[in-house]
């Protein structure tokens, strides 16, 4: 089993961007699907990304689409999220979070293994 670590969040002002990081540790990183999520307090945990093991596909949710690219580097075992052009309502806790299988799932209760979060706040 991993355990994810995620780093990069921050303020910024609107139009902005970040990378986040998430940086697994343990075993066979690649044999695992990594996800994006986000969550506000008192909202239901929300699907921002997802990536296949070998990073090829990849899966967004309609409110990223066309602003954020998750990547990952399985030397590293780390999955990236760059988040451009943020908006006030990207603001949330960010976590990383893996699952075993293929299915890029949008649905958090598919995934096993989640981060401790990161912070993400975009000011207008």
């Known amino acids: 089993q991993v355990q994810l670590v995620e780093s990069g969040g921050g303020l910024v002002q609107a139009g902005a961007s970040l990378r986040l990081s998430c940086v697994a540790s343990g075993q066979a990183f690649s044999t695992y699907v990594m996800g994006w999520f986000r969550q506000t307090p008192g909202k239901e945990r929300e699907f921002v990304a997802a990536a296949s093991r070998s990073g090829e596909t990849a899966r967004y949710g309609d409110s990223v689409k066309g602003r954020f690219t998750i990547s990952r580097d399985n030397a590293r075992n780390t999955v990236y999220l760059q988040m451009n052009s943020l908006r006030p309502e990207d603001t949330a806790v960010y976590y990383c979070?893996?699952?075993?299988?293929?299915?890029?799932?949008?649905?958090?209760?598919?995934?096993?293994?989640w981060g401790q979060g990161t912070q993400v706040t975009a000011t207008s």
């Open positions: 979070a893996a699952k075993g299988g293929f299915a890029l799932e949008d649905a958090s209760n598919f995934y096993g293994t």
